[in-house]
C-alpha cells in the first residue's frame, strides 16, 4: 500500500476493471506487472504512456450493449490528496453504468491541457469532479485549450487567489462549497482559508454552501448534495 501511497505524488490514471478490462487496457506485460505489484487494490497506472489508453478508449466505443462505456468520469484531487485520499476514496467507490472512471492530482494541469482535446473527438460525455486546488488548476486547463466539451464540471470548495473566468464548451458547472471555515478549525479548514476559499463563483450555474460540521475534506457529503452527481449515478 505504501507503494501505491508513493504515486499518488504524481498524476496517474486508474481504470478498475469493473469498467474497463485491464486486459483491454494495457498494451504490454511490463505495464500490467506495474500495476500488480504497486497498486493491485486500486489498479493505478502512471500517466505517462497516454497513446495506449487513448486507443483502450476509442476501443470502448465499439463495444456491445449492455458493456458499451458512454460517459468518462474525472477524479482530480486537492493539493493534500496525496496524503488524505479523500477525492481518492470517493473515486475509488464510485461507480456508475455505462461509465469508467479516471483519477488524478491536483498538478495535472498540463497533463490536462495535452489529452482533453484527444478524448473530446471520441464523443464520450465527461464529467469532472474537482476539488480545492485541483478545481482551480483545471479551470486553468480548459481555459487553455481552444474548445471544451464538458457535460459537467462540479467544483468541491474550490480554492484559489488568481482571477477565474468561465471557460467555454461546459454545459453544467456546479460548485459546492463550504460556508464558513472559521466555524470549525480543523486542519482541511485552515488549508482552505490559506489557499484562498472560493466559497460562491457567479461564473457558475449553481452554487450551494453547506454549514459546520461539514469541513473542506467532506468530499462524500459534498457530493451527496450535488444534482449533477445525482443524476450521474441514477441514470439508466
Same mark, same amino acid.
Not at 500495476?35 to 493505478?44: E, F, P, V
Not at 461546459?170 to 466559497?199: C, M, T, V
Not at 453547506?210 to 468530499?219: D, K, M, N, V
Given at each position: 500500500?505504501?507503494?501505491?501511497?508513493?504515486?499518488?505524488?504524481?498524476?496517474?490514471?486508474?481504470?478498475?476493471?469493473?469498467?474497463?478490462?485491464?486486459?483491454?487496457?494495457?498494451?504490454?506485460?511490463?505495464?500490467?506487472?506495474?500495476?500488480?505489484?504497486?497498486?493491485?487494490?486500486?489498479?493505478?497506472?502512471?500517466?505517462?504512456?497516454?497513446?495506449?489508453?487513448?486507443?483502450?478508449?476509442?476501443?470502448?466505443?465499439?463495444?456491445?450493449?449492455?458493456?458499451?462505456?458512454?460517459?468518462?468520469?474525472?477524479?482530480?484531487?486537492?493539493?493534500?490528496?496525496?496524503?488524505?485520499?479523500?477525492?481518492?476514496?470517493?473515486?475509488?467507490?464510485?461507480?456508475?453504468?455505462?461509465?469508467?472512471?479516471?483519477?488524478?492530482?491536483?498538478?495535472?494541469?498540463?497533463?490536462?491541457?495535452?489529452?482533453?482535446?484527444?478524448?473530446?473527438?471520441?464523443?464520450?460525455?465527461?464529467?469532472?469532479?474537482?476539488?480545492? !486546488?485541483?478545481?482551480?488548476? @483545471?479551470?486553468?486547463?480548459?481555459?487553455?485549450?481552444?474548445?471544451?466539451? $464538458?457535460? =459537467? %464540471? &462540479?467544483?468541491?470548495?474550490?480554492?484559489?487567489?488568481?482571477?477565474?473566468?468561465?471557460?467555454?464548451?461546459?454545459?453544467? !458547472?456546479?460548485?459546492?462549497? @463550504?460556508?464558513?471555515?472559521?466555524?470549525?478549525?480543523?486542519?482541511?479548514? $485552515?488549508? =482552505? %482559508? &490559506?489557499?484562498?476559499?472560493?466559497?460562491?463563483?457567479?461564473?457558475?450555474?449553481?452554487?450551494?454552501?453547506?454549514?459546520?460540521?461539514?469541513?473542506?475534506?467532506?468530499?462524500?457529503?459534498?457530493?451527496?448534495?450535488?444534482?449533477?452527481?445525482?443524476?450521474?449515478?441514477?441514470?439508466?
Amino acid at each position: 500500500m505504501w507503494r501505491c501511497f508513493e504515486y499518488l505524488y504524481k498524476p496517474i490514471f486508474v481504470f478498475p476493471p469493473c469498467f474497463l478490462p485491464l486486459t483491454q487496457i494495457l498494451q504490454s506485460t511490463q505495464n500490467l506487472n506495474y500495476i500488480q505489484s504497486h497498486a493491485l487494490n486500486a489498479q493505478c497506472l502512471d500517466s505517462v504512456d497516454l497513446d495506449s489508453h487513448l486507443d483502450s478508449l476509442d476501443s470502448m466505443q465499439n463495444l456491445d450493449s449492455p458493456n458499451k462505456v458512454q460517459h468518462i468520469v474525472i477524479f482530480i484531487g486537492g493539493f493534500m490528496d496525496s496524503i488524505h485520499q479523500c477525492v481518492f476514496k470517493n473515486f475509488l467507490s464510485f461507480r456508475a453504468k455505462g461509465a469508467i472512471k479516471l483519477y488524478s492530482t491536483y498538478d495535472s494541469t498540463q497533463l490536462w491541457v495535452q489529452l482533453l482535446p484527444r478524448i473530446y473527438p471520441l464523443r464520450y460525455s465527461l464529467t469532472i469532479i474537482a476539488h480545492s !486546488w485541483g478545481a482551480n488548476n @483545471i479551470i486553468k486547463a480548459f481555459c487553455a485549450i481552444d474548445s471544451n466539451h $464538458i457535460r =459537467a %464540471l &462540479i467544483t468541491l470548495d474550490p480554492v484559489g487567489r488568481n482571477a477565474i473566468h468561465r471557460p467555454q464548451g461546459i454545459e453544467f !458547472w456546479e460548485n459546492l462549497y @463550504i460556508q464558513d471555515h472559521l466555524k470549525h478549525l480543523n486542519r482541511p479548514n $485552515i488549508s =482552505a %482559508l &490559506i489557499g484562498g476559499a472560493r466559497k460562491s463563483i457567479p461564473l457558475a450555474d449553481s452554487n450551494t454552501a453547506l454549514c459546520a460540521p461539514f469541513h473542506h475534506a467532506s468530499i462524500r457529503e459534498m457530493l451527496r448534495h450535488s444534482k449533477a452527481f445525482d443524476t450521474l449515478i441514477t441514470q439508466k
